[in-house]
């Protein structure tokens, strides 16, 4: 599985932006998916992860409320709507995908098999 993130960008506090993750290879529809993100300095933290075996969608606390992730299977392709931006989402976010992890390694970076390349979000206060 291929990754390719994008919908990055700089977007005033309050704004919203809506990233993208296109996936190459066949079942993507069974595949976990999730977002994390890093900002400068600072290590790769959880965003949020949607698996659909166990029908789990899970965010971190510091976004609940302020960002949905969600799928297109047909277009093999997971969003991540982000509103309500503040200065502290700064970051590059990073979609992953893995057929095997498990519900409670989904906040885990390291059992996530799949990357894509990361997508800067800037957020001005």
């Known amino acids: 599985v291929q990754l390719q993130a994008s919908g990055g960008g700089l977007v005033q506090a309050g704004g919203s932006l809506r990233l993208s993750c296109v996936a190459s290879g066949r079942a993507f529809s069974r595949y976990a998916v999730g977002w994390f993100r890093q900002a400068p300095g600072k290590e790769r933290h959880f965003v949020a992860a949607n698996k659909p075996s166990s029908g789990r969608t899970t965010y971190a606390d510091a976004v609940k409320g302020r960002f949905t992730i969600f799928r297109d299977n047909a277009k093999n392709t997971v969003y991540l709507q982000m509103n309500s931006l503040e200065p502290e989402d700064t970051a590059v976010y990073s979609c992953?995908?893995?057929?095997?992890?498990?519900?409670?390694?989904?906040?885990?970076?390291?059992?996530?098999?799949?990357w894509g390349q990361g997508t800067q979000v800037t957020v001005s206060s």
């Open positions: 992953a995908a893995s057929s095997t992890i498990i519900d409670s390694s989904l906040y885990n970076a390291d059992y996530w098999n799949y």
